[in-house]
């Protein structure tokens, strides 16, 4: 049975700072920058307002935003930050440090495109290129998914198994400015469903230590390891991730059992895609509006599917091949911008996942809604029909990549 | 590189250091290694006041270097200022 819920009208950010509020975070130490700015202005307003007991440092940089919540959460402390763009940017170095010491801090990033030329809007350039840094990466569809995911995430990273940092996502304005009807957990619920957090234990001279800095149990985070260490280290986070696949769907299905909302198995969703001609494939906002639209093409008869990618890291490509490879045709959309690439992170991600395959599908990709342009049902309407078109004539098009909603 | 070291699952997690940094060795970095002419030296000390990983040594008669950690910089020949100490080859 689930627990009873309270419905709010709130936008994306203000979902996320209420997450980190029932997540009772000891730390949080953040940068206001644009889309991302409401969830810090709301959760420095909990704090002032004395509804959370979280320790508000207010840093000059996203830099330095990172940087105390990695020494925050050395400390032992629960840590949230969540930054955008140029803030990611300047936080990248501490990006790489935060997951290889295995600071599980949870980071909401309000996706906007990166400058130049400048630009505030949504765009998933600047979080798909902090893929390579150890991260587990959860994509949101819409404010209510912010929330949940954003109270999973501390569950995830904290997890024993795991202890990595978790970064979530939310498309800049679409979902960060915008007023939805969001359904938040009881406090009490909520503080019942994220526990708090345990140090990792680590093993010196066969004796158990927490990984902390404790004065009791002295040791040294990120120190120097050269090339008779640093593989070996670089090993046990790659296997801490693999660790993370069962943990995540572990935790959407406990969150299932408490609120009734399930994001298919943690990582993938699928709608439509068992007999379908086409799918589309993509992640975030861009998942709803495919979905609109898929289900009036079903309503025309038209055997069309998609595939929402939740969860970027760890990439479920196994099951993203189970599910794919006997669909005819796939497309993959992304609010991406890659030069001289064979198409971007997500569709090399599919592509790539689908090559173990006995059958696999025409794949095409699609870059687009790049800078908060906005992708209309009828932008999504005409990838499907595209799709469609080259399962009944069998022939793929020769750009198997291309921009759309873009003027040439 | 000692071919025989710990693997990742003999090793904290996390890249935490488990022993104290005097237990790891770094004189193999070295390539050149100084070489002392003890008929020059005048112990005058000016070697272990520069030297920056603290690798010479005083015991009140004599200095002595430890090669386990001394990289070979060639700061002591430098600053000597009899110019007794050569760096030679490893």
């Not at chain 1, 999973?152 to 939805?180: K, N, S, Y």
């Not at chain 1, 801490?240 to 572990?250: G, L, Y």
């Not at chain 2, 003999?10 to 022993?19: C, E, L, M, N, S």
Request: charged residues 25%.
């Amino acid at each position: 049975m689930t627990v009873k819920q309270h419905l709010m009208g709130i936008n994306g950010d203000e979902a996320v700072a209420y997450a980190a509020k029932h997540a009772l975070v000891d730390v949080c130490a953040a940068y206001p920058i644009t889309p991302q700015t409401i969830i810090v202005e709301k959760f420095a307003e909990f704090v002032a307002n004395g509804e959370v007991e979280t320790e508000f440092v207010r840093v000059e940089s996203e830099h330095s935003a990172l940087s105390a919540c990695v020494g925050a959460a050395a400390a032992g402390a629960r840590t949230f930050t969540a930054s955008a763009a140029n803030g990611i940017e300047l936080m990248h170095e501490v990006i790489f440090l935060a997951s290889s010491i295995r600071m599980p801090i949870i980071m909401a990033v309000a996706d906007r495109a990166p400058s130049g030329p400048i630009n505030i809007h949504g765009d998933s350039t600047v979080s798909l290129a902090q893929r390579d840094t150890g991260w587990i990466m959860i994509y949101c569809e819409n404010s209510q998914e912010a929330y949940d995911a954003t109270l999973q995430a501390f569950r995830i990273g904290e997890h024993p198994d795991v202890q990595l940092p978790v970064m979530t996502m939310l498309d800049g304005f679409v979902l960060t400015h915008t007023l939805e009807n969001v359904y938040l957990l009881g406090e009490k619920d909520a503080h019942k469903f994220v526990g708090r957090r345990e140090p990792m234990m680590i093993e010196i001279d066969g004796k158990p230590v927490p990984l902390k800095l404790d004065p009791k149990t002295p040791i040294t985070i990120g120190p120097l390891q050269l090339f008779d260490y640093y593989m070996e280290t670089k090993l046990q986070h790659s296997e801490a991730m693999e660790r993370a696949r069962p943990v995540i769907t572990q935790i959407n299905n406990e969150w299932a059992q408490l609120t009734g909302r399930k994001y298919g198995d943690g990582y993938l969703q699928p709608f439509k895609v068992k007999d379908a001609d086409a799918v589309l494939v993509t992640t975030g906002s861009s998942a709803g509006t495919a979905r609109y639209v898929a289900r009036q093409l079903r309503a025309q008869g038209k055997k069309v599917g998609l595939l929402k990618v939740r969860t970027f890291r760890p990439f479920p490509y196994k099951k993203l091949a189970k599910i794919l490879a006997d669909v005819p045709v796939v497309g993959v959309f992304e609010r991406t911008h890659i030069t001289g690439s064979f198409g971007g992170p997500l569709f090399t991600e599919v592509r790539s996942a689908l090559y173990e395959q006995n059958t696999r599908p025409a794949i095409l990709g699609y870059y687009g809604g790049l800078g908060g342009r906005d992708v209309t049902p009828d932008d999504f309407e005409a990838m499907y029909k595209e799709l469609l078109k080259v399962k009944t004539t069998g022939k793929a098009p020769r750009d198997l990549v291309k921009y759309v909603t873009v003027r040439k | 590189m000692p071919k025989k070291l710990p693997g990742s699952k003999d090793i904290p997690a996390a890249g935490v250091t488990w022993k104290s940094a005097t237990e790891y060795k770094t004189g193999d970095w070295r390539n050149k290694r100084p070489v002392r002419d003890k008929e020059k030296c005048t112990r005058c000390l000016i070697c272990w006041i520069f030297c920056p990983d603290a690798a010479i040594s005083w015991d009140g008669k004599d200095i002595h270097f430890n090669l386990d950690f001394c990289k070979g910089c060639g700061i002591c020949a430098e600053e000597c200022p009899v110019n007794c100490i050569e760096m030679e080859e490893e």
